[in-house]
């Protein structure tokens, strides 16, 4: 009678997975230690030494590594939900925290198998923190071919986690002349190494606790062993991964500061605001415009929720594919993360902005430190220009242009 | 050494179940038969009886009928897109599609089990077309007791798919004394049964081939056996999931004509679309201006969709509770639902409206029929108001305050 | 004791100035006129010659003409105001006004005193009404040197007000060899000359009967006497104004429809809506939400109309200058255009399409034709693209940057 | 001919007056000089003592003061213009002068010709800085009836102003029993009266520097020569003015901000930014999002510039009425007020949040102190909900309802 075939609803409907019980908890727990002196560590910045020392000791840090190298081999889904129940306690421990799982990702993507294995079998055995050194198109890194590895002279700036590392990622360009550069090399070194300093030099006014100081080498020695992606290596479409890494931890981010200061309105709302005089109600959670402008702000956070999600399962899914990762799915995966992170941008800048229209003038004491929401996201979102990414996925939705990867796409 | 434990991450990341194929490409199919004439009938109004044939004959009025009584038992996810793909060709056909699913839905829910075997059957073997005409807040039309069954009149107005339906669901209010009211009961009818008279009088400046006419019952007989809900009956958390189908219909109608605004730019934009003369670029797909609004645009649809596919599954696993749903999990799936449907308002007002920006004033010609989309949008939309929604979303993120079951929420 | 000198307050604070009383009730009784049809005349389209004569009788097509010339001598902002006014009751027949009065400024803008005199006077005494065919950009139109003038051959699409009219400016392009364009020249011509045809093709969704014709020149006869700007003259600073006075009339026009829309919804409310069952108030005027958003909307109105008033003060000021002002001066005239004309554009599509928030869907009645405002404004804001006027004004912020003299900015 | 009288078009365009030259000059000398240390201090906030002496030394106290009394007797709008002026430097110190004018007016509106004259005279003559204590819903102050005059008890929170004042003007509730509180009196007193103390206690992450201490009275003397209003005095539509001025302080004070946050952004964009490598352009300013972004961003200046010096005219009009003054021109007064104060607090809000996005990272420099715009607009702006702003505004265009007269409206 019917031109369909009949249906089994069920396999149209399976469960959606929970996080995983323990990473959850764990994360929740380190959370809760972090909020506890957040307020007052935003106020004074500079490096956390104590409170590395409480995310080293949570394990959280073998979350990345694959469970061959002795870690505990999370999808990224898992351990950029650890990033985003972080940042709302803690947004710029939390990037600390997130950078180091970029620099497993990035063994993971440019190593070998020996790297791979030292490198992260020694993180998990002997708890290490990783830092960022690496940004190709800040170029003052010079590499100069010597014995068994690389001399490298100069600096990188807005190197965050560098600040109390233990071991850095970094990317430089190889010294063709005098004062020429050549090809693109990828290594990393122990922050401890000889010829490097890392100064304490970060100063915004948001995220305060980055540690992104400036590491400056002088003379240090890269061995060749070390060296992560040779000069010059063509990059595969599984190397291009790796910013999209780091698209979906700012995603993350942003989301973790939206829904924080979302929660301290609505804790602040219960706890202690008052009703305006002529809103003629009894509680300032039943004035009509109180609750109707908190389901709008509601609906920014959700929206880049979903999204964030989508795009952490899209890029496992192209992480999956191994070698065989197509640029076409890359491009797919990159174009999720942008729609996150552009989500995520505006919901992290507007909701901890609006919510002061719920909670009034008494919200805005230091005390409190609620304006630390806007301000550690309207530092991160200028990571790079919002601008972009919405002209890329304009490109992609137009066009079916792959976005170009870059560092920062 | 780690304080976490392993994680298997395979199980955290399930694949996501693709929309039945044959169902899929059967309401595609359809689509392009309703998208053929759509502009053309548009402009024309009044009821589309080839085009309901259509509907009928693509086997898709049993998808949401369970298979124990012939059907294809698709679950609402399924059902719910193809509303979405069918409202991107033809929003005012595919609310009375949908519309009939929800008549299906209310016997479901209200029915008892002969009368699911007994109404649902015939809606197989006879291809049944269903309408509307319950909306317990349009109180005019009186049930008397009469022998073995009520005597109906009165009128129900806005009765979407009423014109031309096989099949009436009403609402009525049970008459206690003269011109007093008092419960209500819930049943249906033959369209074409004694005494019931369908007037096409649906005159809206979108949305115009709804049927959505007034209808008029004088002396028209409901026999006990038709009445789904008897008079006064206490409605369980399950009987009042029946709004919510109604709101996810109205969520994937916006979201589908959002869509369809979009592609139908992105088309002019590639066949017809000039360059502006001062963007100094050699097409209308290269302006920086259009590749940025268009990014912005789509992250509206993009926003939309995510939260609406949520909110199915929310509706679905609601649903599958059986008698057992709580109170508390209908509200969770309403709470979906109105995110969904908040997103896809907006959505469905924005996307078509600004895409007019991307693709000029060529773009303004009545053969296009381009304003459709927003002219359907901007009708569909008020049927129940935007901020009454944001509001019940606010009143649960700020109070937990399940939204009050009514016809609307 | 004091460091500053006492100030005359009186002086800071001069009284603005009434719109002079019977252009403005001559205005609004011809917009009354025209509101009486206007629904039932968007709703057919084409030529309305009826109205066009109501407007002709009430003596405003003398509005810019100078007194010496035997007008009525107004200022652009006296003119825009009834521009204005007459787009609240009927947008497409403003226009068509509106774009008779930009064709009067043509004449003072190019002209020699001659031609003024003889052509403005002609106006005044016979009543005669202008239509635009004079669009630089659309390339088509040839003229080929004959004896005593020009002999025109091809087309200009989109001319406002073209059907019906009794005169014409146009601009053509000089034949250098065969299919070889040369300099610009301005002039204009009898719309009933010999070889002049306009074609009733205008066809789009909104602005219906704007008589945006195409007007098809086949060896029409072009004198030198009414030649108003010789090809390849220099274009001064004073000639760029012309362009201003246009998007000074959309601006008006725009405003008049947000105006008109806004209008429409607070008589709605008052006479027809019913309170939201949900509300709690007795009156829909009452409901919080409907009031909040009246406030919002109000402000894009009030916003585009100070901007409107400040942008034709500023114009006059730039032509009152004479054939001194400077490219500075007429700078500063565009860019308060532009302003005016942003804000306005702004205003008029959200206007229009957000007061169906507060009144619901029985306001969607084709009886009412309330969506013709959005319509005719979706239609309008579209001559050029509002990107690129805000990319102007970006400019001019932030580099001073004047913008460049084109027929559109 | 024609139906309607010609005009002369001189009498509709007078000139707009500049602000009176000496004036403007003396306020931006002392902008200039308050902006040289306005990053510091708010780094460090607490009492300004060193620039209020400045702003005392500029004779810019003596503004608002009549001429009669020895003051500059400027008209509000330029009293307005220098508290924009000022805020666009240091808008914690712009809104203790522009806090000092309010207590002027309250003299002016609430007192008689002698306390005018002897409070105002010597405020000239002895350069007084005065404060604010007047709050009527601050309701913990008690007036106990004395010996000629009144005892005061309690506590003023939120005192802008207080600390390092001369002079506070102050509401009181009169004792009628114990903890009964009766009608409201209106005073004034010197701060260094006995039992008067006041405490630096305000503590909120921006305007950090409006000396907003609690005032402390404990049995402090009112002398009935300095009650301003006696208690339970009817208050006349001309003492209903003050919120008024409050407002429009506001309104001019976020305006401040918003032109600072631009200019600033502006400056650095010439001075340091560099243009995103994915640009494709050589200066930031000439990437065209940058200058979209500038365009949509003045937007938002230039309304609120508009509404503010329409809505400083409006009022001074309203006072230039005196006594006669009606409700209604009172409303309408209140009206362009609330129009002026919520655009200026959109722009207050967004211009400085989304500069950022014009200059990016490296803008966010504490030493530049670029947040403290949004800071300081951010709590500025929650003096009164903005919400409630426009439900009154959307009261009166919907229903012509006047804004009831509070403290806040």
Same sequence: chains 1, 2, 3, 4.
Avoid: C
């Avoid at 959606?16 to 959370?31: E, H, I, K, S, Y």
């Amino acid at each position: 009678m019917s031109t369909v075939t009949p249906l089994h609803r069920a396999a149209l409907d399976p469960p959606r997975p929970a996080l995983d019980t323990d990473v959850a908890a764990a994360a929740q727990q380190l959370a809760a230690a972090l909020a506890a002196t957040a307020v007052e560590r935003d106020r004074r910045g500079g490096h956390a030494h104590a409170e590395r020392e409480l995310i080293r000791g949570s394990g959280l840090l073998a979350l990345s590594v694959p469970q061959a190298y002795g870690g505990l081999g999370a999808g990224w889904p898992t351990v950029l939900h650890t990033v985003r129940t972080l940042a709302a306690a803690d947004s710029a421990l939390a990037h600390v925290y997130a950078f180091h799982h970029l620099q497993v990702a990035s063994v993971l993507l440019y190593g070998d198998a020996e790297q791979q294995q030292r490198l992260l079998g020694a993180t998990v055995q002997r708890r290490l923190f990783w830092g960022n050194a690496l940004n190709p198109l800040d170029t003052t890194l010079i590499a100069t071919r010597t014995e068994g590895g690389w001399r490298l002279d100069g600096t990188k700036r807005y190197a965050s986690g560098s600040v109390g590392s233990d071991r850095l990622t970094l990317s430089a360009h190889v010294r063709v002349a005098e004062g020429e550069r050549g090809a693109l090399l990828i290594g990393n070194l122990p922050t401890g190494a000889a010829g490097v300093e890392v100064r304490e030099d970060w100063d915004s006014f948001g995220q305060r606790q980055t540690d992104s100081g400036s590491v400056r080498f002088e003379a240090a020695f890269l061995p060749d062993a070390d060296v992560l992606q040779a000069p010059g290596a063509q990059a595969t479409p599984r190397m291009t991964l790796r910013p999209l890494v780091s698209q979906l931890i700012m995603a993350n981010l942003y989301l973790g500061l939206a829904q924080a200061a979302f929660e301290a309105a609505r804790g602040y709302l219960h706890e202690r605001a008052r009703p305006w005089f002529a809103s003629g109600v009894a509680r300032a959670v039943d004035d009509p415009y109180v609750q109707h402008r908190s389901g709008e702000l509601w609906l920014k956070v959700r929206a880049a929720q979903l999204a964030a999600d989508a795009a952490a399962q899209r890029f496992q899914q192209a992480l999956d594919r191994g070698d065989a990762v197509t640029a076409g799915e890359r491009a797919e995966a990159a174009i999720a993360a942008f729609e996150a992170k552009a989500l995520a941008h505006h919901a992290g800048i507007e909701v901890p902005a609006q919510v002061f229209e719920l909670i009034g003038a008494g919200a805005t004491s230091t005390r409190l430190g609620f304006d630390r929401f806007w301000r550690n996201a309207r530092v991160h979102t200028l990571h790079d220009p919002v601008d972009y990414k919405l002209r890329d996925i304009g490109r992609w939705q137009l066009l079916g242009q792959p976005p170009e990867p870059t560092p920062y796409s």
